[in-house]
């Protein structure tokens, strides 16, 4: 009772703060090559107005559509008409579905597949909000009759593919629903994608309503009846249509994305705010307020839209409320000890890890606090976890890195090289301690682009490789493109001060099959802006990068690659192989510590 109430009162204060959408001028509905349809509930017209004049005003032209409930009252369709000159209401009981369900949204999808035989048609829901100048893509899509939706990582697959990828515990009908799509008739001639049906192009003629009754039909003997006829699974069947259509595309993501608590809002075009985070931070509603301010010259938004950068790192003395009770009393003896012995701490989400003495360099405590307080290694661009099944860690020191990814990756195996012996050593204590010694496969040796050897200084964190011999330590080395090609990478940590020029440089680096990298660059003589080189690389590769913090001498960012950046050779590869844990490129020994 009392999260409706709260829900309720969020709903009314976001309400109030864009009431201005109200003295905005009208929308007057011009000829297009394609057709906005939106269910309109009662209490979603404000929302809805935002949702479709800042939409419209960037499309430029078409028709405009309005699914209402036949008892919607009067008032509700004077105030759609008036500020939509040429909207066309259709009421949702007329909307025949035949042997498909009747709730659940599926009404729409028909209303948009049958509009679709005749014009391009886009379903828009009311919580969307178009927040970027340029939505070239969607143009485009209309223009070529491409069918698109947007989609929060995820690409267009067989379905046998998303059926493997969908093996992961979880009661939500969207998953029970994938995972039986091993069993559909000839599942591997159909494709799908997990994406949104808050906003998705569907081409004309593309799909059909009886293709989606078909699937409605066979997907209820799969799933049962009564867990089909559950909310959820529309955005099945849109998914189903839209993949399935020739042509079919995923908008670029982050351009185009769904809401979420960390999300990199920067760039941003589109943002479907789901039920679950629409109110957080008022960010939609101070979004809105931009809008409204745009289309009314008169207007003064009284809300600031927060940073766009999606963490700041926190104050220090929250590294102490990420530990247990103990474990705080034991980190203040360590500091009040000066340092001179080895820690082992434990944090609140049950997470292991020591801290050594800071001696020679060491510097666990700054590694432990940029990781587990500052989060460096939070995406920039948020990745499912369910989609994250192989990490690489370049540099993986002393595992701090690697206890972020296995804590926060569930499904996720780590291949991890680190060739300094100390850090090495220390790296299988606090794998150990945490019991994940079977998810992580452990090279002790450098990072490298052919098998030899080098030596590696005795700097803690900073300890630097050199292939002259005498330097320092005798290591091995290994030619990292000979280990992970054929792989597909979800992410690829590369924290190998300097070497991640040789690594970046190499020919063979184009090839590897990566989804997102968060690296570390650094200048070097030869290299005196490491940063533009990296970028220059990377953006070539058709990564794009978002900075975590740059300073004189080094920084971080994320890379993510986009669709158009993705090699031929590599997107066969993912459609045969994509994080099924099976195939060929992954069907490696129990996982296991080496030494090469």
Known sequence: MFYKFKKERAARAFDSQIGGILDTPPIHVRSGPCCIVSMVAKSDVLMYLLAIKSFYRKLGGGKIAAIIDRDTPGEVRR???????????????????????????????????????????????????????????????????????????????????????????????????????????KAEQWRYVRGSSG???????????????????????????????????????????????????????????????????????????????????DYFAACGQRVIAELRSDFKPTLKIKSEEPYHPPGRLLFVRLLTSLSVLNYLSWRALGVRTSVLLRQKNGLNFALRPRSGGNNDYGVAYEIFVHRFLLPRVWIPRVRVSLIVDLGAKVGFSCLYWLSNYPFARVVA??????????????????????????????????????????????????????SGSRVPMTDIFARLAGRQIDILKID??????????????????????????????????????????????????????????????????????????????????????????????????ERL
Request: hydrophobic letters at 35%.
């Open 79 to 185: 105030i759609l008409a008036r500020h939509i000159n040429g909207i066309e209401f259709v009421i949702l009981e007329d909307i025949p579905t035949g042997a498909c369900q009747r709730g659940g949204t599926w009404e729409r999808l028909l209303y948009c597949l049958d509009r679709s035989q005749q014009e391009y048609t886009i379903q828009l829901d009311a919580d969307t909000l178009t927040v970027g100048d340029d939505i070239h893509e969607v143009l485009r899509c209309v223009q070529t009759n491409t069918a698109f939706t947007m989609s929060d990582g995820f690409s267009i697959l067989p379905l046998p593919d998303v059926a493997r990828e969908a093996q992961v515990p979880s009661d939500y009908i969207g998953l029970i629903s994938e995972r039986k799509f091993a069993e559909y008739p």
């Open 496 to 593: 190998i001060e300097g070497g991640e020029y040789e690594i970046l440089g190499d020919p063979r680096f184009a090839g590897l099959d990566v989804k997102a990298i968060v690296l570390e660059w650094h200048t070097r003589p030869q290299i005196p802006d490491g940063q533009k080189w990296c970028r220059d690389r990377l953006e070539d590769l058709g990564y794009r990068l978002y900075p975590i913090f740059t300073q004189k001498s080094y920084g971080m960012f994320w890379a993510y690659r986009t669709n158009e950046g993705a090699t031929a050779d590599s997107l066969r590869w993912r459609v045969a192989n994509v994080l099924n844990g099976s195939g060929a490129a992954l069907t490696s020994p129990p996982i296991s510590h």
């Open 199 to 281: 906003f998705a192009g569907f081409s004309r003629g593309g799909f059909s309503r009886e293709k989606i009754t078909a699937f409605h039909e066979i997907m209820e003997g799969l799933v049962g009846r009564s867990r089909w006829r559950e909310w959820g699974t529309e955005q099945c069947g849109s998914n189903f249509a839209i993949a399935n259509s020739p042509g079919a595309l995923v908008l670029p993501f982050p351009d185009y994305q769904s809401f979420v608590p960390n999300s990199f809002r920067a760039g941003a075009k589109l943002f479907h705010f789901i039920g679950s985070f629409r109110m957080q931070d």
């Open 417 to 470: 090289f680190e060739p300094h012996p100390k850090h090495a050593a220390q790296f299988r204590v606090n794998i150990a301690s945490n019991g994940y010694e079977g998810r992580v496969t452990f090279f002790e040796a450098a990072a490298g682009v052919a098998d030899g050897e080098a030596w590696i200084s005795d700097e803690g964190s900073a300890s630097q490789l050199s292939k002259t011999e005498g």
